[in-house]
Nanobody
Framework: QLHLVESGGGLVQPGGSLRLACVDS????????IGWFRQAPGKEREGVAC????????KYVDSVKGRFVISRNNSLNTAWLQMNSLNSGDTGIYYC????????????????WGQGTQVTVAS
C-alpha cells in the first residue's frame, strides 16, 4: 500500500509555473505507476499525467502536453508534476495516486489517493 501526500499547490498568475510533489511514506512507492489527476469545480476528475514504475514513456492529457512534465525518483519515494505556462483552465484540486498507466493516455482511475492540493490560476 501507499500513503501519498501532495504539496506545492497555490495561487499563481496566468503564464506562471508550479511544481507539485507527491511523497509516499509507506515505502512501496517503486512498485507502482503514479498518476496526477485534477478536478475542477463542477467537473469530473481527469487524469493529467502518469508515469510507470520505471519512468518509461510518461503520458499526458492533450491539454497539458508541452507544458507539464511528470517525473519520479524511487529512492526518494517522490513524484513531481512540473507545471508551466499555466492558465485558468488548469485551476482545480490536484491529486496523486497509484496508476496502472497502461493506456495511450492517462485515465481517471487510480488508487491509494492523496488528499489533494489546490492550484488556482488567476490574476
Amino acid at each position: 500500500q501507499l500513503h501519498l501526500v501532495e504539496s506545492g499547490g497555490g495561487l499563481v498568475q496566468p503564464g506562471g509555473s508550479l511544481r507539485l510533489a507527491c511523497v509516499d511514506s509507506r515505502g512501496g512507492f517503486s512498485k507502482y505507476g503514479i498518476g496526477w489527476f485534477r478536478q475542477a469545480p463542477g467537473k469530473e476528475r481527469e487524469g493529467v499525467a502518469c508515469i510507470n514504475s520505471h519512468s518509461d514513456i510518461p503520458k499526458y492529457v492533450d491539454s497539458v502536453k508541452g507544458r507539464f512534465v511528470i517525473s519520479r525518483n524511487n529512492s526518494l519515494n517522490t513524484a513531481w508534476l512540473q507545471m508551466n505556462s499555466l492558465n485558468s483552465g488548469d485551476t482545480g484540486i490536484y491529486y496523486c495516486a497509484a496508476s496502472n498507466c497502461l493506456d495511450q493516455a492517462p485515465t481517471s482511475e487510480g488508487y491509494y489517493w492523496g488528499q489533494g492540493t489546490q492550484v488556482t490560476v488567476a490574476s
